[in-house]
């Protein structure tokens, strides 16, 4: 069973390593569907055309933190379940 997740992509670094200040784009958020927080990152990681950098860090709950590099930079990911429940069509 899949569960619907929220990713928290905060930018942290531009391509030339300067860190990503007070920039009101440099958070975003996505949600993603997937059976368990690492899974969604995988699926995002491979969705969003980047490169996972070192390992997912899960924690409890359903709850997950990953770094990735894209080709503006380097970014966080925060994944944690949906307050929302799956709309079934």
Known sequence: MNIRFNIEQRH?????????TNEPSAVT??????????????????????????NILKFPGFQAVATVRKTNGVYTLQVSPSSSNMATL
Do not use: N, Q, Y
Request: net charge negative; charged share 30%.
């Open 12 to 20: 942290l670094t531009d391509p030339s390593g300067k860190p990503i």
């Open 29 to 54: 958020f996505h949600v993603c569907e997937a059976e368990t927080a690492d899974e969604a990152v995988r699926l995002f990681v491979r969705t969003d055309d980047a490169e996972l950098i070192g």
